[in-house]
């Protein structure tokens, strides 16, 4: 296919996994007016209507629904072939982090297709805090990460993806177990662990001010850093924990998860960053992937 054909199924794709031209606009930094002109030549070259329109909103005709496989294929199949092309002068390896502020399994999908696509480029993790990611790819150290948000990432270029909101790890035995939706109000008089500030001073700050709009001032306990260990001392009745929803997934003995009233309030964002000025050859593949298996 020529590059303009293959532009025009990138645009296609966007629509189709947003279903909103003004979204779809949005996230390709461009405008609404092009866009639709775009989709309407690729319509009329393929002979076939791809997107039904009306007050209601978007939706993929079944040739929208035909194409869409196979124009993620092509765009697949094209970025193997530039990434062989440059294989030469391509890096041996993609350093990338991930935050360490949700469970690991939430990125798991994300990394077995990257390692399904990344060809002779060896996928290198590092597990760490969203400040020590941050200093990792300002550096150069690090390639791209995927933090907490909010966090503060200075000049670094920046795709929202995930939104996990907070909810809370209690003791099997606690009295508060038996509720199956539990309030900042319910816990002001328990011990809470929390994190120290210096570990994600942006998300603690943005936690601390839903606190106080809740009068909520438990007694805090510290938390440790291997959650692991955290949901040990929650088992054994020592307090209660505050964590992102992804850590619903570590399952232990002693320990349940309840849904928290003010948990959209507290919720983190997961987004990508990496530096402009030092672009990868695998960016694209992995702000793509990242797009489609974080985004939510």
């Not at 530096?275 to 990242?290: F, K, M, Q, T, V």
């Amino acid at each position: 296919m020529r590059a303009l054909d293959t532009h025009a199924l990138s645009l296609f794709c966007a629509v189709a996994r947003c279903l909103n031209f003004r979204q779809a606009a949005e996230q390709l930094h461009m405008t609404q007016p092009p866009l639709s002109r775009a989709i309407k030549a690729l319509e009329e070259r393929l002979g076939a209507r791809l997107f039904e329109r009306d007050t209601q909103g978007v939706a993929l005709t079944q040739a929208g629904h035909t194409l869409l496989p196979q124009a993620l294929h092509i765009l697949d199949l094209l970025d193997i072939a530039q990434t062989s092309l440059r294989q030469d002068s391509a890096p041996a390896r993609l350093r990338l982090g991930l935050t360490s502020s949700v469970a690991a399994g939430l990125f798991r999908p994300l990394l077995a297709a990257l390692e399904g696509q990344l060809g002779s480029i060896r996928l290198e993790l590092t597990s760490a805090p969203s400040p020590r990611l941050v200093a990792g790819v300002r550096k150069g150290q690090l390639d791209a990460a995927l933090l907490a948000l909010p966090s503060a990432t200075f000049e670094l270029a920046v795709q929202p993806l995930a939104h996990q909101p907070m909810m809370l790890a209690l003791p099997a035995g606690h009295r508060l177990a038996q509720r199956r939706k539990l309030s900042l109000l319910d816990i002001a008089q328990e011990s809470v662990y929390w994190f120290e500030r210096a570990r994600q001073p942006a998300f603690f700050d943005h936690c601390q001010v839903v606190f106080r709009r809740h009068g909520f001032a438990p007694i805090f306990l510290r938390e440790a850093p291997d959650h692991h260990v955290l949901l040990g001392d929650v088992a054994a009745g020592k307090g209660m924990a505050l964590l992102a929803d992804s850590f619903r997934a570590l399952r232990l003995a002693g320990v349940v998860y309840r849904p928290l009233v003010e948990g959209e309030e507290l919720a983190a964002g997961i987004g990508l960053a990496w530096r402009e000025d030092h672009g990868h050859a695998a960016l694209s593949l992995l702000r793509r992937l990242a797009q489609e298996h974080l985004k939510k």
